[in-house]
Every structure is written in structure tokens, then in C-alpha cells.
């Protein structure tokens, strides 16, 4: 039997049955993961359990079935064995009365694109996106994109000479020969600090009460041990007054002091106790603001038309008192603007879209993710413009970081188990589309990479770096080829 095989950089591994090929040619190519995904979504926005808050039994269904389906075609992709399998799942009849159907769909392809199909055919769903995916004969060699080639750009001439290098591009395969031995070694010598920090840990915990301690800079194991090391002494010296201000709270060394958002109690690490100490007793003022925060941010929600307000995870802190200063910023902005709401939405109901309130200087912006990134220094007149102009692309992002949300932590673990990785985790600015990606093309590269990164930790990035802890960063959109 002759497969028909897309090249590696397209991250796909299903085989299709000669039986499927001759019946169907259109409906079976190599399909991924994420392609399937990405078919699957009105499929999603019928049967996805959010949608059936109001129906508890139908919502237990569709949740268990969705798990059951999700299985199916991750054993597909693993070329794995599987046994037919019957789905009920109940979909949305009618938007305005939510009327419900009960459809059953009946799974014994052995090929991806063959379950995708027979999944929204059951449900009476088109296959258009599945349709426009053309073939790629064997011969054909595709390269992924990563984004224009700067020294191309900048290449010039001076003189008869170029006075601009072309910039190299990375090969994952060779970058990770070279520095897999710099990250075990770095690994080991973290590991060396570990025992100490997790003694130290059980210890403060024991003496003062504390509910976890967190290391949160850019400084090594050595830093964060000597760190601990510090605040066991001061709790020893002063420990009724340190029990007072930490006990059950969570304590983070990190490039800041006071409280975060979250309620952490956040020290820095370039101070020494003594300005620890004096910290520490400003620490319980912050819990009116924390307090604060929830009410103001459901005022925020209303003066939006009902709008979500989410707060975004940051690789950085957000302190407390920050977070409420720009709250106040915002909501005095949009307090005097609710007459362009009203003319602007006509009473309409944004509970379904997601904003986040960002410092003076970040863009306004919508994220891949479908999310209102809102400075709180922009006037209230263009936040109301842009959220109006652009509102039914956030619908659309947001039902495609569903249906990708969905699948992107089996295809994490699938791949960090497969690679042998002791952990595998991205950054908060790689999205669920590209994390998939990502993995599913490390996965295709199995045994060129495995011995380089089995027992390593791995975070998919935006560029190439070894940490001090041994982890291994690789950017999310990797090459590998020969330059």
C-alpha cells in the first residue's frame, strides 16, 4: 500500500485506509490535529458544554462524549488501534428558543479526516474547510513561514562589499545537539538546591505559617536559596511578628514588593530583612483593596454593556495597588462616555466577548485569543469605536481558541510523554494554535530529537535560550533546515 506523506514541516502524522483513499480521495489526506480542530469548530458552537448552563444532564453528555471523541482521534494520531465507538451528544436546534437535538454519531474510520467528516455530517455541518485542503504530492517540498528574512532585507552594498551580515537562522536539530549537555548540566546543578529549598520551605511553613513560597526572577537556584535562606533567619529572629503578617498567605521572591493582584505577598529579592521587616507591616492594607477590586471590576463590566472582565496572566507581577489605579482611570473614562455607549451598542449585550485593562503603554489591540487588550491612557470615544468595529471578529477568535483550548493540553501531554520530556510548557504570548503546532511537528521529528531532549524540561517560546534550572527554550515556529 503507497502512502501518500506531507512533508514534515506540516505537522501531520494520520494514515488514511486504501479502502477510504479509493472511496473518497477529497476525504483523505494527512490530517493534524490542529486542522481538525479547526473543522470541528461549528461542531463546537453547537455542543459545547458552556452553552448548556441551564440544562445540567445534557451539558454531563456532551462533556463525557467530547472526551471520548478527543481520544478517538488522538489514538488516531498516535497510528494507534481503535475499537468503533457511538457518541450522543445533544446540539443547539434553534438560537432563540435553545431548543435541543439529540444526535448520534457512530466512529469506525481509522482515519482523522474520515471522523472529522462523520462527526459534523451527523450533526448536518458542512465540510468546507476540510474540502478547500488540497493534496500534497510527495515530491513537494513545503517550508513553514517564520517571518521575513531581515538580513535579506538589509543586505546591501558598500564599495563593492555587503556592510550588513545576512542573519543565520537556527536549526533546531543541530541547536539542540550542541546545548542539550549545557541543560543537563545546568539541570543537575539546580537539582544540587532543590533538597535546601524544600527544607527550607517545610520549615517556614512550620514556623510562621506561610501556605507556599515562590521564586518569580530571572536569577538562578543559588539566588533563590540564599533568598530563603534569609527569610528563615528573620523569621527565627522575629517570628511572632512575621507569623502576624505572613501567616497563610503566599510569599513570592521577586523583583518587587508589596502585595500582587492575586494576594501574594511579593519581596524583593535585592533587599535586605531589615527592609523585609518594614514591608511586611503595610501588608494586611491590602486586603481592603483586594476587596476592592471584584466590585470594581463588575462596575467596569456594566459601564461595557456587560462586557467580561478578565485579568491577563503575566510573566511579570501586577501589584494590587496598581491594578486599582488603573481600574479608576478606566472606569472615570468610560462614566463619562455612556452616552456614545448607548448610541454605539443600541442596548446590546456583550456578556460574550472578554476585555483586559492594561498600564498607559500597551497598544489596543485584539488578541489571537479574542480578548480586548484596553489601555487605561486611550480615550473612552476610540475604546468604543474599536470594540464596535471589531466585535465580530473577537466572536470569531473566541470560538477558534475554544475548539483549539480544547485539544491543546492532550496534544502537550501526548507530546511531552512521547519525547520523554520531564515537562513541557509554553509562554503566555504562544497560542493554542501555535503550542499545537509545535508539537505535533516536534512529535514528527521523534527520532532526530529524542536523545537530545529526553529527561529534559522544555517551554515553547519565541526564541532559542538555556535557563539557569536547565530548562531548554525553543521559539514555537523552530526550523529545521540546513541554512
Known sequence: MNVLRRPLSSISTSICCKHTFQKCPRLCRWLSVSEAATALRPFYFTVHPDLFGQHPRERSINEDSLKKLHQYIFSLRKQERVSPTNLTFFAKKDTDNFSLNRVKV???????????????????????????????????????????????IFAGRKGGEAFYRKVTKLNLISWLKTNSKISRKNTKESQEYEKDVQDITKRLKKLVGVRAVKWHTNWGPRRYTACLTSLEKVSENHPEMVQKYLAGRDVVISDRNGVSLSGEVCLNHTDVPQVW?????????????????????????????????????????????????????????LRRNQDLVRRGFKGRDLSHLEMVVEGSSAPLTL??????????????????????????QAEELLRDSISLRMIE???????????????????????????????????DRYSDIVTSVEGISMRVTQYYSVTDDGTVCIPWNWSDEDF
Open 277 to 333: 521587616l518594614m514591608r511586611l507591616t503595610s501588608v494586611p492594607a491590602y486586603d481592603a483593596v483586594l476587596e476592592r477590586l471584584p466590585y470594581m471590576e463588575l462596575e467596569l463590566s456594566r459601564l461595557l454593556c456587560h462586557i467580561k472582565i478578565r485579568r491577563r496572566e503575566r510573566h511579570h507581577i501586577v501589584m494590587a495597588e496598581e491594578y486599582e489605579l488603573l481600574l479608576n482611570k478606566i472606569l472615570n473614562t
Open 409 to 443: 493540553d492532550e496534544v502537550i501531554e501526548q507530546c511531552r510523554d512521547k519525547l520523554g520530556l520531564c515537562d513541557l510548557e509554553k509562554d503566555l504570548n504562544i497560542s493554542p494554535a501555535q503550542m499545537t503546532q509545535c508539537c505535533e511537528r516536534l512529535m
Open 106 to 152: 457512530h466512529l469506525a474510520s481509522p482515519s482523522i479526516r474520515d471522523t472529522v467528516a462523520t462527526v459534523l455530517t451527523s450533526c448536518h455541518l458542512p465540510l468546507d474547510y476540510i474540502n478547500t485542503l488540497s493534496d500534497v504530492p510527495i515530491s513537494t517540498k513545503r517550508r513553514v513561514y517564520h517571518g521575513p528574512d531581515f538580513g535579506d
Open 367 to 392: 488578541t489571537n485569543l479574542g480578548q480586548y487588550l484596553i489601555p487605561v491612557s486611550m480615550p473612552g470615544s476610540m475604546i468604543i469605536e474599536f470594540i464596535k468595529n471589531t466585535q465580530h
